[in-house]
């Protein structure tokens, strides 16, 4: 069912995206009287899913869920269609209309996709509002539990108080900030100090079992039994919290190995909070010192109990526009620090690079309309930034080689610009596989 959720919002997202960008492509083209052939969700390689001809123009869904395209009579894209190439232009041909025209088109389909992450910034801050737990109200700091961080100098318990110069008031504030930090100022039995990070370090933590950062500490709030478990028909209810075993305190999830050294093949007294009742139960614990329990997280239930706060910022119409516009740099500007990081080969960034996969994987395992549409915002602003990179294949490609006709007045060739296509296809190619492999890597 995990699957079918997570699979059903990265489809509906991507699609969105792509229509929405293709269409950026396509009004201006009609605007300015541009023969549009084709409008296609996904790639008709051989054949397509759905197809139908609307004035001039064949509207269809391919089989391929690699992306999209729009094809523009007269333009030397991915679909090298030489034979229209070979003969005269038309007055309805992209090649036929002055630069600016066609630079105007080229930039439709990122203009759309940054107008497009703006307002679902602006949507969800409306909507939604700003959830914020502070860091003050983590009393006993975060859990480390990657073997990465606590390499480095990290362990459960420390406060984080600044990443690099700058003081963290907010928990994302810790976790957003990770690309380019340098050092984390922390704060340990009352004592602060400072860890440096490795300098390749995000190609270290790319290649760690554990992708935890630095995790808020939470009871263990249990989410179901497991069907092997001695404990199935204990009277276990779901979002029951275990507060102590064997007459020892329980507060965190993460004391839980440490307080079952010993206990195997036993029964426990353990105390269980139900609401606002507490229970005593005799459970067993199996050969590997299990209670075969999964754990759960419900975030309103633990800012009950004390665990954290939460602060939410709610927003007027008008005041979601600005708040909308600070996600939106924020967001562009912590994505350009990716980029920077990934094209910097010091820092081991680019072993991070993920594909299809990664993108299905940053989705919720549950169905969450504010998680889609925040994960779609930044997808449309990390599919608006790609396809500005300048290489022949790519909007951006494009967009170099009119600015180069813009300003030195000449036009290149229709023969180097396909074979500049050509290059900047396996480019592309390339660099689709390499990121979709080492998803699998």
């Known amino acids: 069912m995990e699957f079918v ?17 293709e269409l950026g492509h396509f009004i201006p083209a009609k605007l300015f009287k541009t023969r549009v052939e084709k409008f296609y969700l996904f790639f008709d390689i051989k054949f397509s899913l759905f197809k139908k001809k609307i004035g001039e123009t064949v509207y269809g869904i391919g089989w391929l869920p690699l992306g999209g ?40 389909g990122v203009t759309v996709n940054f107008i497009l992450a703006y307002f679902i910034y602006v949507f969800v801050a409306f909507v939604y509002g700003d959830k914020t737990t502070t860091i003050e109200s983590l009393k006993d700091g975060y859990w480390i539990e990657n073997e990465l961080l606590q390499d480095i100098g990290f362990k459960t318990g420390d406060k984080i108080i600044k990443v690099n110069d700058v003081a963290v008031v907010n928990d994302y504030d810790v976790k957003s900030n990770i690309i380019g930090a340098e050092t984390f100022t922390i704060r340990r039995h009352g004592q602060e100090q400072v860890i440096t990070l490795p300098e390749d370090f995000l190609g270290q933590f790319s290649s760690a079992k554990s992708r935890d950062l630095f995790e808020r500490r939470i009871p263990f709030m249990i989410r179901k039994i497991a069907d092997t478990s001695l404990n199935k028909n204990a009277d276990i209810k779901p979002k029951d919290i275990i507060t102590s075993i064997d007459g ?63 602060t939410i910022q709610t927003y007027t119409f008008g005041e979601s526009f600005g708040a909308g516009a600070f996600d939106f740099v924020d967001t562009l500007r912590k994505y350009g620090a990716q980029l920077k990081a990934i094209f910097t080969p010091s820092t081991g960034a680019y072993k991070g690079v993920g594909g299809f996969k990664a993108i299905y994987e940053v989705f919720p395992p549950f169905w969450s309309w504010q998680a889609f549409w925040v994960l779609t915002a930044f997808l449309s602003i990390m599919l608006g930034v790609l396809n500005l990179l300048p290489i022949p294949a790519l909007d951006g490609g494009h967009v170099m080689f009119l600015l180069f006709e813009i300003i030195s007045g000449r036009k290149p060739s229709e023969k180097f610009l396909e074979r500049a296509q050509l290059v900047g296809f396996v480019i592309l190619i390339t660099l689709v596989l390499f990121a979709n492999i080492n998803d699998w890597v």
């Open 248 to 310: 020892k305190e329980l507060r965190y999830f993460d004391q839980l190995d440490s307080l079952m050294t010993g206990y195997k093949n036993e029964t426990l007294t353990v105390q269980l909070l139900r609401g606002e009742e507490a229970i005593t139960k005799q459970l067993k614990v199996d050969g590997d010192g299990k209670f075969g329990f999964q754990a759960g997280y419900d975030e309103d239930r633990f800012v009950e109990l004390g665990y954290f706060d939460r």
């Open 69 to 108: 395209y729009v094809k523009i009579a007269g333009m030397i894209d991915e679909s090298m269609d030489k034979e229209q190439m070979a003969l005269p232009p038309q007055p309805w041909e992209f090649r036929s209309k002055p630069a600016w025209q066609r630079l105007i088109i080229m930039l439709g």
């Open 5 to 21: 959720i997570r699979i059903s919002q990265f489809l509906l997202s991507l699609s969105l995206l792509i229509v929405l960008h």
